[in-house]
């Protein structure tokens, strides 16, 4: 079976000269009370045959309710793609681009809860997003992106 990939944003702006990434938290009573190593870049599953890219563009609008099609494919720069302890591989493109994180819109979804309960509650796929330094988006992104994050300041600082 052949494993799942992931297509993700993340959005970088400069604050007093230095740069802050854009990260979202899961939606849901699972994610309620966790925050450090808990927050994502914005991603989802390409559909078959969708561009990865285009996919990524297109899960950031439906967690967030942005949309960054004003930008030129070239804008988008390519990240190396990461490996997660489940096996999926995350690909992902950072853009300078600023929003506003308190106004996101999230899509909805639908999950079994409490789990193996047969019951099923809506909730939004994003409960909240924020702007971080590097030293807490590091803290608070799921540990198997930081190196996203990692090599965004890289590349920014000019390493």
Sequence with gaps: MPRKI?????????????????????????????????WSIAKGEPAPDEDGL????????????????????????PLSPLRQPSGKLVRAWAIEHDCDAGAIKSNLCEIEWPPSSGKTIVIPEVDRAGWFGEDEALVKILKGQSGFIRELARRLAGG
């Design 6 to 38: 992931s297509a993700g944003i993340l959005p970088y702006r400069r604050a007093g000269g230095r740069p802050e990434y854009f990260l979202v938290h899961p939606g849901g009573p699972f994610w309620t009370r966790k925050d450090a190593g808990a």
């Design 54 to 77: 285009a996919a990524a563009q297109r899960e950031f609008q439906e967690e967030t309710g942005v949309d960054l099609g004003k930008h030129a494919a070239a804008d988008f720069l």
